[in-house]
């Protein structure tokens, strides 16, 4: 496999990473790739070990990606230096470092004494990212819509990034969003901005719409809430339910025919109108009722809060996918 031997990605946002990775195999695209966490329990099988060291029948270039590898031990990077020394020239190991940044890479101490990484560094095989910020995102979003064949008009670029969140799949969820109202014209004009949610608010839209089209609940309870949030189930609960509150009044006005009280783009009215209708006046009352219910069940000590999260859950998707 033509390239670097090793690649490791120190970033702590994964959606970036992931593009990272897009991007070196474009030179190789009939490649087979393998992942791994470093957090998964043992984090390195013999699976792993297999892959990494095992050559294809065909040769055929293989990818073996070991997400949240900082987490490895001393003992495992030891291990690793003596397999990677044997490994065939068609295998490619990533190693993604994904530790919280603090000035400067957040690379660990059993790593960065080691030759293994001290080679990799010296030959260009460490890529470094600290992530999004309000002075990249403006890069992100022309990068976006030139990969997207779209022009943005005057003040469209610094409108979207002063609006998007600082997390690269909650941004790319935004900007699909975007894309879908831009239609079949190519210019992204700055007003487009107001369908982006607020910091605080999900994407309760992207998650209710997967489901509502029979997607898989944690398929799509992971893409849309588990890199966007980065929090804890408990965390979880209750941004949520201010989302589904304010779902429930926007389906509601649609069904009343007041859309224009809602104050939402049109484009987005135009999108959850099919929805309200399916669910009528009596689903968009259990909207309401769900989001009462988990909340005193919390408050009054019934359950907690993780629990109240999966009922809630489960109850949406029986809800939608009705």
């Known amino acids: 496999m033509a390239g670097p031997d090793v690649l490791f990605l120190v970033c702590p946002d994964g959606q970036l990473m992931a593009r ?6 474009q030179q190789t695209p009939d490649h087979e790739r393998k992942v791994y966490w470093g957090d998964d329990d043992p984090p390195l099988p013999e699976s792993f070990w297999q892959d990494l060291t095992i050559q294809n029948l065909f040769a055929t270039p293989k990818v073996v990606v ?4 900082h987490l490895l031990k001393a003992a495992d990077w030891d291990r690793l230096a003596d397999a990677l020394a044997a490994k065939p020239s ?7 470092l994904e530790g919280e940044w603090k000035k400067k890479a957040p690379v660990p101490a059993a790593l960065a004494r080691r030759p293994l990484w001290k080679a990799a560094s010296k030959r260009g095989w460490v890529w470094e990212q600290p992530g999004l910020n309000p002075r990249t995102l403006g890069d992100f979003v022309g990068q976006w819509a030139e990969e997207r064949g779209l022009k943005l008009a005057r003040g469209a670029q610094q409108t979207l990034a002063q609006a998007l969140p600082c997390d ?5 969820l935004e900007l699909e969003k ?3 109202a831009v239609g079949d014209d190519t ?10 949610a607020t910091d605080r608010e999900m994407d309760f839209f992207a998650f209710t719409d997967a489901l509502s089209q029979g997607g898989d609940p944690v398929a799509v309870w992971e893409r849309v809430l588990r890199d966007q949030r980065k929090q804890s189930k408990e965390q979880m609960l209750f941004p949520l339910l201010g989302s ?3 779902e429930a009044r926007i389906l509601g006005l649609i069904l009343a025919g007041e859309e224009q009280r809602a104050k939402v783009h049109p484009f987005v009215v135009k999108k959850k109108t099919p929805l309200a209708q399916r669910l009528g006046p009596r689903g968009v009352a ?18 907690r809060p993780d629990q109240a999260l999966e009922k809630l859950v489960a109850d949406l998707t029986r809800l939608y996918g009705h």
């Open 244 to 246: 589904l509150a304010r």
């Open 178 to 180: 975007i894309e879908l």
């Open 168 to 172: 690269a799949r909650a941004a790319t």
């Open 20 to 25: 990272r990775i897009e991007q070196q195999l």
């Open 187 to 196: 210019i992204v004009k700055p007003e487009l901005a107001a369908l982006i």
């Open 66 to 69: 070991l997400r949240r590898a």
């Open 286 to 303: 259990v909207l309401f009722d769900l989001c009462m219910a988990a909340e005193q069940g919390v408050k009054s000590g019934e359950r």
């Open 90 to 96: 068609s295998v490619l190991p990533v190693f993604c």
